[in-house]
C-alpha cells in the first residue's frame, strides 16, 4: 500500500507542479472553501490558539486573522508542492535574498552557524533559497516519515539545491563528528518539544511555553552565533528572506539567555503579520502543571 500511495502521488502531483503558480492560486482558493468553509480543519484549535495568543483583540479580529490564515496556508501548500519542479532562477525570483550581504557578514570562515527559523510564512522556499548562498554549506534537521518512498523523495527533493539532509536523532553523533568543513545548521525553534526533552519554559504569546533548548546547546558546544532566518511576504508568491543575529558570543552568555532571546525575536514577528505563523499546530499541547 505504501508503494501505491507513493505511485498516485508522482503521478498526480508532480505533474501538477510543474503548471504556473497564477494557475496553482486558483487551486488554493478551492483548497480555501475546502479546509475552511466546508471542512472547518482544525478550525477549533486554531481559534483557540489565536484568543489565547491575543486576549484582547474582538472576536471579530480573531476571526481577520483567521481567514487570512487559511488563505496563507492554502498558499503554503500549493508553493510547497511547487517546490518539487521549481527553478533556481525562479525561487531566487520569488524569495529575494534582500538581507544576503547581511547573511555573508555574518559568516566566519572559523566558524558554523546555528540557523533558528519558525513555521512562518513559507519556511520550506527560505530553507531551499538559503541553501543556494555558496558561502556556506547548510545542514537541514529531519524527522524520517514512516513511508520509505516518500521518505527518500522528500529528502532528494529538500537538498536539491544543496542543503545536507540529516536525521534529527542524529545530529548529536553528526555534530560530535570532527567536521572538517563549516555548515551553517538549521533548527526549527518552534516545535512543541517531548515531555522527556531537554525543556526551558517561558511565556509566549501569552502563554506559558515549553521552548527545545537545541538551538542553544548546539550553539555553546561549537561556539557559533545563532541568526534567525524568517521570509516575509511582500505578495502572494513572492518573499524577502531576512536574517537577525540573536547571539555571536555565545558561550559568553547566561544561561537559557538564548533560547530567551529567539523566542522574544520570533514572537515580534508574528505579532506584526499573525497570519503568517503556524496556528494549526498543537503548539501548546504540554502543559507544565501535568509533568
Known amino acids: 500500500m505504501q508503494l501505491i500511495g507513493y505511485i498516485l502521488f508522482l503521478i498526480f502531483a508532480i505533474p501538477f507542479s510543474y503548471l504556473p503558480l497564477k494557475v496553482l492560486y486558483l487551486f488554493s482558493d478551492f483548497l480555501y472553501l475546502v479546509l475552511y468553509k466546508i471542512v472547518g480543519y482544525r478550525k477549533k484549535v486554531v481559534r483557540q490558539n489565536l ?3 491575543f486576549p484582547k483583540k474582538t472576536i471579530a479580529e480573531i476571526i481577520s486573522i483567521e481567514k487570512k490564515y487559511y488563505h496563507n496556508l492554502c498558499d503554503w501548500i500549493i508553493e510547497t508542492i511547487k517546490l518539487f519542479s521549481i527553478s533556481e532562477a525562479e525561487l531566487k525570483q520569488r524569495m529575494k535574498f534582500t538581507d544576503e550581504e547581511k547573511w555573508n557578514s555574518y559568516y566566519v570562515e572559523n566558524k558554523h552557524i546555528i540557523m533558528a527559523a519558525g513555521h512562518y510564512n513559507n519556511f520550506e522556499w527560505g530553507a531551499q533559497r538559503i541553501s543556494l548562498n555558496e558561502k556556506i554549506k547548510v545542514v537541514g534537521l529531519f524527522t524520517p516519515l514512516s513511508n520509505p ?3 527518500t523523495f522528500i529528502l532528494k527533493n529538500r537538498s536539491r539545491f544543496g542543503a545536507l539532509m540529516v536525521a534529527s536523532k542524529e545530529i548529536k553523533n553528526f ?18 518539544p517531548r515531555k522527556e526533552g531537554k525543556l526551558y519554559w517561558t511565556e509566549f504569546l501569552n502563554q506559558q511555553t515549553a521552548v527545545f533548548t537545541g538551538v542553544e546547546r548546539y ?10 532566518v524568517y521570509p516575509v511576504k511582500i505578495k502572494r508568491g513572492y518573499y524577502e528572506l531576512k536574517v537577525e543575529m540573536i547571539c555571536d558570543e555565545p558561550t559568553l552568555v547566561h544561561p537559557f539567555a538564548i533560547t530567551e532571546s529567539q523566542t522574544r525575536f520570533l514572537e515580534s514577528i508574528i505579532r506584526k503579520q499573525p497570519e503568517a505563523w ?3 499546530h498543537k503548539r501548546w499541547k504540554l502543559k507544565k502543571e501535568n509533568l
Do not use: C, R
Open 149 to 151: 518512498y516518500f521518505n
Open 175 to 192: 555534530i560530535s563528528q570532527s567536521l572538517t568543513e563549516k555548515y551553517a545548521f538549521g533548527f526549527v525553534a518552534d516545535q512543541s
Open 278 to 280: 503556524m496556528w494549526s
Open 219 to 228: 550553539s555553546i558546544q561549537l561556539n557559533a552565533p545563532v541568526i534567525f
Open 51 to 53: 484568543v489565547n495568543s
